[in-house]
C-alpha cells in the first residue's frame, strides 16, 4: 500500500500544469520502473542496447523525416500523447510504407479553450522536430499504434564537407547507460550525452539482423 502511494504521489509529479486547475497523474504502467528508478536515484540506469538488440525488437524499422508533431490528451485527460508523422524514405524492416504516424507518451499540450498549458515527462522518451530525418527503431502497442522504442531515435544528420551522412544516437540526460564489461566488471560505465557512427554502417548492421532473424524463422 506504502509502495502504491509513493508511486502515485511520483507520478503526479511528472506531470505540471501551468494554470489553476491541476489535472490527474497519468498512468502509463510500461513506463514504471523507469519512474521508480529515477525516483531512488535522480536518474534511471539502463543498459545500453545494440543494434541487432533492438532491430530484433523492434516490428518495423524505417528511415525517414519528420513532417510534423502535435499533442494531444485522451479523453480523460490522464495522459498525453505526442503524435509525429513520418515521411518514409527506406524501409529496413517490416512492411513498406510512405508514411507513418508515430504516437509517444507524454508532451507538451496547451489547451485551446482556457490556455493552460500542461508538461507531460516520460523519463527517457524522446523528442521530434519537424525536418529532422533519423532512422526510427518501431514496436506496436496493443491497439496496433506504431511507437519509437526506447533508444529507437536515432538522428541523421549529413557532415556539409564530405558530404557523408551520420547516425548520432541521442542520450536522455534522466537516464545513465551501463554496459556490461566482463574484463574489469564495471557495470555502471557511462555514456556521452551522444554517440555517433556512418549511417551506412548502421544500415548495414540492421539488415544483417533482419537477415539472421529470417533465418531463425526458416529453421523452425
Same mark, same amino acid.
Given at each position: 500500500?506504502?509502495?502504491?502511494?509513493?508511486?502515485?504521489?511520483?507520478?503526479?509529479?511528472?506531470?505540471?500544469?501551468?494554470?489553476? =486547475?491541476?489535472?490527474? !497523474? +497519468?498512468?502509463?504502467?510500461? +513506463?514504471?520502473?523507469?519512474?521508480?528508478?529515477?525516483?531512488?536515484?535522480?536518474?534511471?540506469?539502463?543498459?545500453?542496447?545494440? *543494434?541487432?538488440?533492438?532491430?530484433?525488437?523492434?516490428?518495423?524499422?524505417?528511415?525517414?523525416? =519528420?513532417?510534423? *508533431?502535435?499533442?494531444?490528451? /485522451?479523453? $480523460?485527460?490522464?495522459?498525453? +500523447?505526442?503524435?509525429?508523422?513520418?515521411?518514409?524514405?527506406? *524501409?529496413?524492416?517490416?512492411?513498406?510504407?510512405?508514411?507513418?504516424?508515430?504516437?509517444?507518451?507524454?508532451? $507538451? %499540450?496547451?489547451?485551446?479553450?482556457?490556455?493552460? %498549458?500542461?508538461?507531460?515527462?516520460?523519463?527517457?522518451?524522446?523528442?521530434?522536430?519537424?525536418?529532422?530525418?533519423?532512422?526510427? +527503431?518501431?514496436?506496436? !502497442?496493443? $491497439?496496433?499504434?506504431? *511507437?519509437?522504442?526506447?533508444?529507437?531515435?536515432?538522428?541523421?544528420?549529413? $557532415?556539409?564537407?564530405?558530404?557523408?551522412?551520420? =547516425? =548520432?544516437? /541521442?542520450?536522455?540526460?534522466?537516464?545513465?547507460?551501463?554496459?556490461?564489461?566482463?574484463?574489469?566488471?564495471? /557495470?555502471?560505465?557511462?555514456?556521452?550525452? %551522444?554517440?555517433?557512427?556512418?549511417?551506412?554502417?548502421?544500415?548495414?548492421?540492421?539488415?544483417?539482423?533482419?537477415?539472421?532473424?529470417?533465418?531463425?524463422?526458416?529453421?523452425?
Amino acid at each position: 500500500m506504502l509502495l502504491g502511494s509513493t508511486i502515485n504521489k511520483f507520478m503526479k509529479s511528472l506531470t505540471r500544469v501551468v494554470g489553476t =486547475v491541476q489535472l490527474p !497523474a +497519468f498512468q502509463y504502467y510500461s +513506463f514504471v520502473i523507469l519512474a521508480l528508478t529515477a525516483f531512488q536515484a535522480n536518474a534511471s540506469i539502463l543498459e545500453k542496447t545494440t *543494434t541487432a538488440q533492438m532491430t530484433r525488437e523492434a516490428k518495423e524499422v524505417q528511415i525517414g523525416e =519528420v513532417v510534423s *508533431t502535435w499533442t494531444s490528451p /485522451e479523453p $480523460d485527460q490522464k495522459m498525453y +500523447f505526442t503524435y509525429v508523422k513520418i515521411r518514409v524514405e527506406q *524501409t529496413l524492416k517490416g512492411k513498406p510504407a510512405q508514411e507513418i504516424l508515430l504516437r509517444q507518451p507524454g508532451g $507538451d %499540450y496547451r489547451d485551446p479553450v482556457t490556455g493552460r %498549458y500542461t508538461h507531460q515527462k516520460v523519463f527517457g522518451m524522446e523528442s521530434f522536430k519537424r525536418g529532422e530525418r533519423g532512422l526510427f +527503431f518501431i514496436k506496436h !502497442a496493443n $491497439d496496433g499504434a506504431p *511507437t519509437v522504442m526506447f533508444q529507437g531515435k536515432q538522428t541523421i544528420i549529413k $557532415d556539409e564537407k564530405t558530404g557523408s551522412e551520420n =547516425v =548520432v544516437r /541521442e542520450r536522455s540526460r534522466d537516464v545513465e547507460y551501463s554496459k556490461h564489461h566482463d574484463d574489469d566488471h564495471n /557495470e555502471n560505465a557511462l555514456y556521452a550525452v %551522444y554517440d555517433q557512427r556512418p549511417l551506412n554502417e548502421m544500415v548495414l548492421e540492421v539488415q544483417r539482423a533482419v537477415n539472421a532473424e529470417k533465418g531463425d524463422l526458416n529453421k523452425k
